[in-house]
């Protein structure tokens, strides 16, 4: 494995990524929503961050970048499409790129719905996906900006990833997930012993993620859902949960 990623709670439920390229000891921070944790957690990890990987421009993503960028000198890496709402970038990508975080390859991948800029990044090599607020273990983010196709259409890359892939999102949403996907699929075993499991986990203060995407596909009614219809059923469904 070329590169491992960490999760660093920040604010009161958002989880930061920090990757460490085993090659070349290069850090990345994706999404450090607050700097004080995550600096900790890079001194921690040896005093270093060469990039920042931006998912999309909300604040609970992006607000430590500035003081981050500042203390270790590294480069921001975030969507073209949400230039002007990022902080200032200084590698500007579009899907179809790729980055590099030292001799570990990522992919940038379209991913919009929760917002029309949103981007993932995907490192084939470590099996980690970087999602931010597309994906959740058992949801997907709120349509904020995008529509109903646009996340069925980026839920629809994402889900063809091979099913040991790391699903490393923005924020521990997964036990409330769980509470109304039980709602949409009762008679998903492998969702009730998720459920279980989460609820466990969470009583002992323990994170739900990183996740596999196998998982995920048998137990997440958006991934699970066939149509853009039924996605926009479920999301609104949720909305109002």
């Avoid at 494995?1 to 990524?17: E, F, G, I, K, R």
């Avoid at 604040?59 to 203390?71: L, M, P, Q, T």
């Avoid at 409330?176 to 203060?205: D, H, I, M, Q, Y």
């Amino acid at each position: 494995m070329t590169v491992t990623v960490q999760a660093v709670p920040c604010l009161s439920d958002n989880y930061a990524w920090m990757l460490r390229d085993a090659a070349t000891g290069t850090v990345a921070i994706c999404d450090p929503g607050e700097a004080a944790p995550v600096i900790a957690a890079l001194e921690a990890a040896g005093g270093r961050c060469d990039l920042i990987l931006l998912t999309h421009h909300h604040g609970d993503h992006v607000n430590g970048v500035e003081e981050i960028r500042a203390k270790y000198g590294a480069t921001v890496i975030g969507a073209q499409a949400d230039a002007q709402r990022l902080p200032k970038l200084d590698q500007a990508v579009i899907p179809g790129d790729t980055i590099k975080v030292g001799q570990t390859e990522g992919q940038v991948i379209d991913s919009p719905g929760h917002t029309l800029g949103h981007i993932a990044f995907y490192f084939p090599d470590g099996d980690v996906l970087l999602c931010g607020d597309t994906l959740f273990s058992l949801g997907c983010g709120r349509l904020l900006e995008g529509t109903a196709a646009d996340m069925f259409r980026a839920l629809s890359l994402l889900k063809v990833l091979p099913p040991q892939t790391l699903v490393c999102c923005g924020h521990e949403y997964t036990e409330s997930n769980a509470r109304f996907a039980l709602t949409v699929e009762p008679e998903n075993e492998a969702l009730r012993r998720k459920a279980e499991a989460v609820k466990a986990a969470r009583a002992a203060g323990k994170p739900t993620l990183p996740v596999t995407l196998g998982e995920e596909m048998q137990t997440n009614p958006f991934l699970r859902a066939s149509t853009v219809e039924r996605l926009a059923e479920i999301r609104t469904a949720k909305d109002n949960f």
